[in-house]
């Protein structure tokens, strides 16, 4: 499995951006899906993560209400992000796994990252 991401950009707080996360290889419909991010200096930290068969959907504390994951049959995995803000500011990464988990170590592959810049 590739993981190609794509969507950053600079938004103004209060704005809102969607992030995309192409994969590749013909076995993507049976692994579950996560989003992270890492800001500068800080840990990464688990954003959101939905499961192989689009049944079950879980949120970071910080971003929930706020951002949507999302997965379509053209083998894409969507991050909606509303109501932006400037602590939402970092490097965000897409990753596939056999397990469902906010634990970065359950998952197998990675995407190459998209950075987001929340201004305020």
């Known amino acids: 499995v590739q993981l190609q991401a794509s969507g950053g950009g600079l938004v103004q707080a209060g704005g809102s951006l969607r992030l995309s996360c192409a994969a590749s290889?013909?076995?993507?419909?049976?692994?579950?899906m996560g989003w992270f991010r890492q800001a500068p200096g800080k840990e990464r930290e688990f954003v959101a993560a939905?499961?192989?068969?689009?049944?079950?959907t879980y949120y970071g504390e910080s971003v929930r209400g706020r951002f949507t994951i999302s997965k379509n049959a053209k083998n894409t995995v969507n991050l909606q992000m509303n109501s932006l803000k400037p602590e939402d500011t970092a490097v965000y990464y897409c990753?596939?796994?056999?397990?469902?988990?906010?634990?970065?170590?359950?998952?197998?592959?990675w995407g190459q990252g998209t950075l987001v810049t929340v201004s305020s």
């Open positions: 290889g013909r076995t993507f419909s049976s692994y579950n």
């Open positions: 939905i499961t192989w068969d689009d049944y079950s």
């Open positions: 990753a596939a796994g056999r397990r469902f988990s906010v634990l970065g170590n359950a998952y197998d592959y």
